[in-house]
């Protein structure tokens, strides 16, 4: 079945034919006519009928053209075109992937998210040769990406632990670690938020909470209250360099902090430069301290200064997953200083980090 636009073609092609046709016999007839009038002899110099004639042929062999060779004309117009698209074919196949590899705008305008799922998870199974493996791992890679609401660049924590002064005989030794973060962000949420708790099943809940907020959990034990302020608190918190307000609330065994960044900067869509630090008492007989990062994070630095305690040794655990290698340096012992720096270039995914493994007595051995 021909096509709508072909159809309207035949129509009036068929339209025209009949008018010339009719136009043709018209004139005929007023050839005969004019014979048979004496006194319009002087129009009758023209050849009426001759024209007359050509026209109607015109029309009536244009319709019976049409229609015994449109069929052979069809024919050969998509034969023409099949042979143009069968040698043109690797040269425009080659022009798209070329088009979409090169130009996102061009890919994002011509596919839904399901079709650039598809592509990428074709495209990485040519390259790793299991097409499970690579859906598994985009797919991973894909939702924790969108999951993420901030991107964070050029991580800087400093963490400076010291012995606990409080001798009471109710908490069990500790020790103060005093941690600093500085980044570089697009904000998107208008209030920064840190929460600590002592009950795990709440823990567990607000760490799927991404909107903002940082959580930490306090074993409700040796001493250590989760809504004290000597368990944590948030001492300084700073944007693009301004001094914000602090804010801080209490209840059982658990307590919260609320910073504003500026509903102002999350309008604006451009980076701004977060700075906030907090003291938090850890144990000594935990020998473990663990850093997250809480969103995507593109290089990162942590400096571990412990001089200001009984430690030995400290060992790096890094928990980065990155084809970078991560650079971990420890002071050498001929100076008085004892610290650690850790650095990482290239991005860092959420959830991941590094963990700090102390031990009183030499290097600690540990076995993976």
């Known amino acids: 079945m021909r096509d709508p636009l072909q159809r309207i073609h035949n ?8 008018s010339v046709s009719f136009v043709g016999f018209a004139l005929m007839v007023f050839a005969r006519w004019l014979d048979g009038q004496p006194q ?3 129009l009758a110099f023209l050849p ?3 024209v007359g004639t050509t026209l109607f042929t015109a029309g009536i062999l244009g319709i019976g053209l049409d229609y015994l060779l449109s069929k052979d004309d069809d024919e050969r117009a998509e034969e023409r075109l099949r042979r143009v698209l069968t040698s043109q ?20 305008g011509v596919a839904t998210p399901d079709t650039l799922d598809r592509i990428i998870r074709n495209s990485l199974a040519l390259r790793l040769g299991d097409a499970e493996f690579a859906a598994e791992t985009y797919d991973d890679v894909r939702d924790k990406a969108i999951t993420a609401t901030e991107r964070w660049h050029d991580a800087k924590i400093s963490i400076r632990l010291s012995t606990d002064r409080n001798t009471s005989a109710a908490r069990v030794p500790a020790y103060v670690a005093t941690i600093r973060w500085e980044y570089t962000t697009v904000p998107t949420h ?8 002592s009950d795990r099943a709440e823990y567990r809940e607000l760490m799927n909470d991404s909107e903002g907020m940082s959580t930490w959990f306090v074993r409700p034990e040796g001493g250590i209250d989760a809504g004290s302020t000597d368990a944590f608190e948030l001492v300084q918190f700073s944007v693009d360099g301004d001094q914000k307000t602090i804010r801080r609330s209490t209840r059982r065994h658990g307590q919260s902090y609320t910073a504003p960044i500026g509903l102002e900067h999350v309008t604006a869509g451009k980076p701004v430069a977060v700075a906030y630090t907090y003291r938090v008492l850890l144990r000594k007989e935990g020998h473990l301290l663990h850093l997250d990062m809480e969103q995507p994070t593109r290089n990162v630095d942590i400096d ?5 305690t009984d430690i030995d040794y400290v060992n790096v655990l890094d928990f980065f997953v990155s084809s970078h290698k991560t650079r ?3 002071m050498p012992p001929t100076v008085p200083e004892r610290s650690i720096t850790v650095a990482h270039d290239g991005w860092v995914s959420q959830r991941s980090g590094v963990a700090f493994v102390w031990s009183s007595g030499g290097p600690l051995e540990l076995h993976t």
């Open 328 to 330: 971990v340096e420890h």
């Open 48 to 50: 009426w009928g001759e």
């Open 304 to 308: 571990l200064d412990y001089s200001d």
């Open 190 to 197: 208008a209030v920064r938020r840190f929460t600590v708790v």
């Open 40 to 42: 319009l002899a002087d």
């Open 11 to 18: 129509i009036k092609l068929a339209l025209v034919a009949v």
């Open 89 to 108: 074919a690797p040269a425009m196949r080659a022009a798209v992937i070329d088009g979409f590899a090169f130009n996102a705008e061009d890919l994002a």
